[in-house]
Nanobody, 125 residues
């Protein structure tokens, strides 16, 4: 049974940092691109970042570029999202996902094979 479990969310002041973690089990971690999405109240879920197995390339939502960094630890089947210089508009539920492929936006829900249940990030002003 595949499980994708996020952790690391919380409440932080604007300008602060958080590191989200995501551990995947029941699948071959290296077979999947790994991605982060987020969904704010009243808004659609959007791709934040994606880590491709094709050369280890990464891509980001424009608003996350320069502030967020996605990385993996294959030995631990774990995906990370380091988020710095957080803004109130980053407040959302953040979801980890195992994807068949990344895209250019940086990732679309149609490519997702497995979803996590989400971890809440709240940035206060």
């Amino acid at each position: 049974q595949v499980q994708v479990v996020e952790s690391g969310g919380g409440l932080v002041q604007a300008g602060g940092s958080l590191r989200l973690s995501c551990t995947a089990s029941g699948l071959t971690f290296d077979d999947y691109a790994m991605a982060w999405f987020r969904q704010a109240p009243g808004k659609e879920r959007e791709g934040v970042s994606c880590f491709s197995r094709s050369g280890g390339s990464t891509n980001y939502l424009d608003s996350a570029k320069g502030r967020f960094t996605i990385s993996t630890d294959n030995a631990k089947n774990t995906l990370y999202l380091q988020m710095n210089s957080l803004k109130p508009e980053d407040t959302a539920m953040y979801y980890c996902a195992a994807a068949h492929y990344c895209g250019s936006t940086p990732v679309q829900a149609i490519s997702i094979a497995y979803w996590g249940q989400g971890t809440q990030v709240t940035v206060s002003s």
